[in-house]
């Protein structure tokens, strides 16, 4: 019986050769760029390049990259929120009942909040450390963020699926701050999956990117209908550079993960860090879950500062942390997130580590500390 790790392997080997297996000799290994509004179609409109909203190669090639890795029909989007907009459409029908973490990403939120309400959706909020225990009789749709963004908290993605199906309820599962390398949804009987990949799918913060999968072909297919009516069609450039960014993400994320352990354990045992939140660590109110149904825990995590003051200040003055709101990039990030109004202290900082040599990134961060 082959482990998660031999199975992410052999998607990783997947995803890098499915190109490679295709191209005839003279053709780029790489997928062309092609901007195009219009393609030649005489005759009879049936032909998978009819028009430019409806298909271009340099999806496909993106969609079949991280399909591999999903192992499930994967449909690409401009950003996260094209992709998260297009699974609430494909899952949440007028007056459905809609179970989302209170803690997880604010913008899906205010999205149901202010535009879907208006179609009789009702969002009902709950942290994600109370879903594995709430009653999901009613609900059409649990909507799931593991970890969570900020606070990383974990749920356990297979228990709450058997719960919701036998209740009639589809779930999704939003996988940007694990990607389908650390964790499988899809697998642990998730519905759907949507993913922000402008983080570590693409990892380089130069691209706005996202994407949808399922392994049921009805909904990913509802999902590909909305891509081309409502027009939240990515760029042709910016296919191309969500698929360069991935054929390094399994190297990317081995540097990133072991830096966050590192850093972690560095900020734990420190007199100006309150507390800390890495689901890797053995303390960890999510440790045991994250251990069950995650390859690795991940490259996020958070630092709780005295003050507000302090936090600025060690974001600001470390050398080795670039300021930014997002995460998932190659260089080490924090953020102070109470900025945007999420429920943590003021002085909780929300870093994601990057992929600086680890001892060189720890000497930054230590030196910093002992500052404040």
Request: hydrophobic content about 40%; proline content about 7%.
């Amino acid at each position: 019986m082959s482990t998660k790790a031999d199975q992410t392997r052999r998607r990783v080997l997947d995803m890098l050769h499915g190109r490679a297996r295709k191209v005839a000799k003279g053709e780029s290994l790489a997928p062309p760029i092609i901007n195009a509004a219009k393609y030649a179609l005489p005759g009879a409109p049936d032909h998978p390049f009819p028009y430019g909203r409806f298909d271009n190669p340099g999806w496909q090639a993106i969609e079949d990259a991280i399909g591999a890795l999903e192992d499930a029909p994967t449909v690409c989007f401009p950003s996260g929120m094209a992709a998260v907009t297009a699974g609430l459409m494909a899952l949440a029908g007028p007056g459905a009942r809609v179970l989302l973490p209170s803690d997880g990403y604010y913008t899906v939120r205010v999205l149901i909040e202010d535009f879907l309400r208006q179609h009789g959706i009702e969002p009902v909020l709950v942290p994600t450390r109370q879903m594995d225990t709430y009653d999901l009789s009613g609900f059409d749709l649990v909507w799931l963020e593991t970890p969570s963004n900020p606070g990383l908290d974990v749920c356990d993605i297979k228990a709450i699926c058997e719960r919701a199906h036998a209740a009639d309820a589809k779930v999704c599962v939003d996988n940007t701050t694990a990607t389908p390398l650390l964790q499988d949804p899809l697998a642990l009987g998730a519905d759907m999956v949507v993913a922000s990949d402008t983080k570590a799918l693409a990892g380089h913060s130069d691209v706005l990117f996202g994407h949808v999968a399922s392994k049921d072909e009805s909904l990913i297919e509802r999902v590909r209908q909305w891509r081309k009516l409502s027009g939240a069609t990515p760029g042709p450039t910016e296919a191309y550079l969500a698929y360069r960014g991935l054929m390094t993400l399994e190297l990317r994320l081995e540097r990133m993960c072991a830096n966050a352990d590192a850093l972690a354990r560095l900020l734990q045992g420190h007199a100006a860090v309150s507390a800390v939140r890495f689901p890797g660590l053995e303390d960890d109110p999510s440790h045991a879950i994250a251990s069950r149904q995650m390859v690795r825990p991940g490259f996020v995590l958070g630092a709780t500062f005295g003050s507000e003051d302090a936090a600025e200040r060690f974001i600001d003055d470390c050398p080795a942390i670039f300021h930014a709101t997002s995460f998932g990039g190659i260089q080490t990030s924090g953020e102070r997130r109470a900025r945007w109004g999420d429920d943590v202290a003021p002085g909780y900082v929300r870093l994601s580590a990057g992929c600086e040599p680890t001892d060189a990134l720890l000497d930054a961060v230590s030196q910093t500390l002992d500052t404040l």
